[in-house]
C-alpha cells in the first residue's frame, strides 16, 4: 500500500525552526518532483517548495532564504527545513509526491495526511 507519511510538526515561537520529514513506501518504481503544500485556516492550499528527482528546487517568495527542501532520492524522502518561522506560518503541511509505481506507466501525485506547524507570536 503507498503512502506517504509526515513528521516533524508541532508548535514553536515566532523566530524558531522546524524541520519536516515525508517517507513515501510501497511499490514506488520512480519518483519525479517532491513538495511541500500548506493550508491555513481560510486559505486555499499553496505551494511551499518542490525539488525534482535531480534536486532543481522552487520556492514560494514568502519563504525563500528561510525554508529549505531537500530530498533523498534511494530513501524516497523528503525534508523542509523551516527558519525564522513566523505567525504566517501557521497552517497544515502537506507532502505531495508526484511518483509512478510498480507496473504502471503513469505518474500520479499522492498526498499525506498533513501535519500541523503552529508559529506563536
Known amino acids: 500500500q503507498l503512502q506517504l507519511v509526515e513528521s516533524g510538526g508541532g508548535l514553536v515561537q515566532a523566530g524558531g525552526s522546524l524541520r519536516l520529514s515525508c517517507a513515501a513506501s510501497g511499490s514506488i518504481l520512480s519518483i519525479n518532483v517532491m513538495g511541500w503544500y500548506r493550508q491555513a485556516p481560510g486559505k486555499q492550499r499553496e505551494l511551499v517548495a518542490t525539488i525534482t528527482r535531480g534536486s532543481r528546487t522552487t520556492y514560494v517568495h514568502s519563504v525563500k532564504g528561510r525554508f529549505t527542501i531537500s530530498r533523498d532520492n534511494a530513501k524516497n524522502t523528503v525534508t523542509l527545513q523551516m527558519n525564522s518561522l513566523t505567525p504566517e506560518d501557521t497552517a497544515v503541511y502537506y507532502c505531495?509526491?508526484?511518483?509512478?509505481?510498480?507496473?504502471?506507466?503513469?505518474?500520479?501525485?499522492?498526498w499525506g495526511q498533513g501535519t500541523q506547524v503552529t508559529v506563536s507570536s
Open positions: 505531495n509526491a508526484d511518483l509512478v509505481q510498480y507496473g504502471s506507466i503513469r505518474f500520479t501525485d499522492y
